[in-house]
């Protein structure tokens, strides 16, 4: 487990009957609001897929997927970690146009995740990805789509606070942006974390970009997968969450990988055998459509507007006995 915090005289601003109708709430309202602000269209997602697809998320590399044997199909299936990748192979089976998306509610079983606070084994998340040009894949693309997310957010804050005026949360509207090194830069003597804490303590509202390659110290600021995000075009979004006194990551988005980024990153993080897996080799040959795309995470969210101080007071999901222990003895409502 994790380190568990239990925030001094924390009680939570809606009792468990609004919580669970404000969850409501917000999942129906960021849900149109992203439509409408990334122009993005609902399709149905996967919760398992077949692995020699090379579809599944590999995300840091180390994490191992919960899978299962389907009999009647003569196959063993993955649950998936996130759906980066199954959501370009869909784009391109769809045949969307450019400049337009898909959104999808994304279940997933994480069963490494250390738990805390923030982390739970499952994981939640309104997954989404657009067609773009050549010509879109920069920072001031990748910027206003930030922004653009931002606002959802913070108009979904709006619209719950006003049904529920004792809630109190409030969110900074403009987003600081910063590269990973210029972050190891700025605090070269502390870790990713508490400089991620220091920044957003600072500007409230920070997008971290460029994440997943060597930084100068010979460090990385996180793991990426080497091949959906462009390592030089991605970023995380992350908010000052005053119940935790923390920064609290709600994205992990970016411009994907095109052919020449992942032969690239392919050979850096040293998986070139993955050249051969079909998603791959349409990739390196140019036939899937360039796109943006990333996870926002719906109990996160949740956690974020609701100024609630543990995940599980949003989802539902298996803790220790020794957390549940303390949160009860705390006030704090575990689902």
């Not at 110290?217 to 991605?234: I, K, T, V």
């Not at 051969?276 to 349409?282: C, E, G, N, R, S």
Request: proline residues 4%.
């Amino acid at each position: 487990m994790g380190k568990l915090i239990i925030p001094e005289n924390y009680r939570s601003c809606l009792s468990s009957y609004e919580t669970q109708e404000a969850i409501g709430m917000i999942k129906i309202l960021m849900q149109k609001k992203l439509c409408m602000a990334l122009k993005l269209k609902r399709v149905t997602a996967p919760l398992f897929v077949d692995p020699s697809s090379g579809l599944n998320d590999d995300l840091n590399g180390v994490e191992r997927p919960v899978s299962f044997d389907i009999p009647d199909a003569h196959m063993e299936a993955q649950v998936v970690h996130s759906l980066a990748k199954w959501k370009r192979m869909a784009l391109y089976n769809y045949d969307f146009p450019v400049g337009k998306g898909l959104l999808c509610d994304m279940n997933a079983i994480r069963r490494d995740e250390e738990l805390d606070n923030l982390h739970s084994a499952y994981v939640d998340q309104w997954d989404w990805e657009k067609v773009i040009t050549e010509e879109d894949r920069n920072f001031d693309y990748l910027k206003t789509t930030v922004n653009r997310i931002v606002e959802s957010i913070c108009n979904t804050l709006d619209e719950v606070k006003y049904q529920y005026e004792h809630l109190h949360t409030e969110l900074c509207r403009e987003v600081s942006f910063i590269t990973s090194q210029e972050l190891e830069d700025m605090y070269p003597d502390l870790t990713p974390k508490e400089r991620e804490n220091a920044y957003a303590r600072e500007k409230k509202t920070i997008f971290i970009m460029q994440i997943g390659d060597l930084l100068k110290s010979g460090e990385r600021h996180d793991g990426r997968a080497p091949d959906y995000d462009d390592w030089q075009l991605n970023g995380d979004l992350l908010f000052w969450h005053e119940p935790l006194q923390c920064a609290l990551e709600v994205s992990s988005m970016g411009i994907r990988v095109d052919a020449k980024s992942l032969d690239e990153q392919l050979t850096k993080a040293g998986c070139d055998e993955r050249r051969k897996l079909p998603f791959h080799q349409l990739l390196l040959s140019n036939r899937l459509p360039l796109t943006i795309g990333g996870g926002i995470g719906q109990s996160r969210i949740c956690m974020l507007l609701l100024q609630k101080a543990h995940v599980g007071e949003v989802q539902a999901s298996v803790w220790d006995k020794e957390t549940l222990q303390q949160c009860e003895s705390a006030g704090i409502e575990i689902l």
